[in-house]
């Protein structure tokens, strides 16, 4: 293939990548219900993923003083003592990764009881990596096609 018209393709492809709509099908929204148990200085799991869309339903219990989880960019903050589960619910309506973390002073580590909530599917990340692909073997390709023409003597034209 000429190196113009492998370019081209790159190119296009590489768009198509970044600006498609997609998902095409997206799952259907679901419930989820977590039990996120905390103790001095986690949360279990530490990681909640979810689809944009769903229902979360948190229950969460601690294990031995009094804890909360607060939920970045939602808002959700629930606050838990030993045997005095807490709970909350709330539509995963923002896609991408929120810390959630402790909300009660609970110990000398309690700045770093944090945990993650994902809520997916992370499109632009995949995008860009699809299309960083597309490019990078685009690129290779082209470039053979131009020192397999230079090989060959023949000139480096476009059309
Ligand atoms: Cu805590």
Redesign the pocket.
Known sequence: MRPAILAALTILLALAALLLPLPLVEAAPTEHHIDLD?R??AFAPERVQVNWGDTVHITLR?ED????VYVDGYGVNIVAEPGKPAEASFVAYQRGKFRFR??????AL?PF?IGELVVGPNLPFWRAGVALLVVAVGTMMTLGARREGDRKGTPLRDT
């Open positions: 905390a001095m200085f601690s003083v009094a804890h909360g402790c909300s009660v002073t609970c110990g309690h009881m």
